[in-house]
């Protein structure tokens, strides 16, 4: 799964920044293949004031769909109606997504062949128990 992410900063006009946004996210509701949408709003930090005003997650099957819905025309547009908002204001993040609920957090390929050869040097070291039993000794 792959995600597109919009990292917002704390808005300098907030209510100027709510009408921008609101009409981005008429837009981005109408863009093809999006899987799951999600909007996180930041309340704190444990390290002070957070920079970081809101998350907007977009979730998509592939690169392909998401390639598609950002280059689709209603995605375009969504992108301009973003640059009504200052430049240095949000930030524009892909990611692809390891983990899911009940799930567990994939492997690197280079990772999964180095644990794999481990593994296989492991079970050549493994000493049989049934030669070291009393009853085997001769």
Do not use: C, W
């Not at 709003?41 to 592939?62: C, D, K, M, N, V």
């Not at 280059?71 to 390891?98: C, I, N, T």
């Not at 390929?109 to 481990?118: F, G, P, R, T």
């Amino acid at each position: 799964m792959i995600k597109f992410m919009i990292l917002f900063e704390q808005p300098e006009a907030a209510e100027r920044f709510e009408n921008v946004y609101q009409d981005f996210l008429a837009l981005v509701e109408r863009m093809p293949n999006i899987l799951r949408r999600q909007v996180v709003h930041i309340t704190g930090s444990p390290q002070g004031a957070p920079e970081i005003f809101r998350i907007l997650e977009l979730y998509f099957e592939s690169n392909e769909a998401q390639t598609e819905a950002l280059m689709s025309p209603v995605g375009q547009e969504a992108g301009a109606e973003l640059q009504r908002l200052p430049k240095a204001s949000f930030q524009l993040l892909f990611a692809d997504v390891y983990e899911e609920a009940g799930g567990s957090t994939r492997q690197p390929a280079a990772e999964q062949e180095s644990l794999a050869a481990d593994a296989g040097t492991a079970d050549d070291a493994e000493i049989d128990a049934d030669s070291l039993s009393p009853s085997s000794a001769g």
